[in-house]
């Protein structure tokens, strides 16, 4: 379930960076790049569980959970990112 969030995540963030929100001030590409990362290591992670023999999703409570704390705390880091980016902006144009 973390894969499928993620990379839903990851779609629906592409698409609003190509869309809406593609000036620099936003930085959607970090948020984009951040559920792309996580999606690349879910696939390798059930890469790996079908190589020991399980299943590549795993629809658990447990990895859906996961997967949306995952999607929670990219979009808290990029809301910091975004905050801490502003601040230096506002020091520098003070001085």
């Known amino acids: 379930m973390c894969l499928i969030l993620t990379a839903v995540a990851a779609a629906i963030s592409a698409v609003l960076w190509f869309t809406v929100f593609h000036d620099e001030k936003y930085n959607f590409q970090f948020l984009t ?4 990362g996580a999606t690349l290591m879910w696939s390798v992670d059930g890469i790996f569980s079908v190589i020991e023999g399980e ?6 409570v447990d990895d859906a959970k ?3 704390l995952v999607v929670i705390l990219g979009v808290v880091l990029w809301a910091v990112t975004l905050i801490v980016r ?3 902006t506002k020091s ?4």
Do not use: E, I, R
Request: proline share 0%.
């Open 33 to 36: 790049l951040m559920y792309l």
């Open 55 to 60: 299943g590549f999703f795993d629809l658990s």
């Open 66 to 68: 996961l997967g949306v």
């Open 86 to 88: 502003n601040v230096k």
């Open 92 to 95: 520098v144009k003070a001085l």
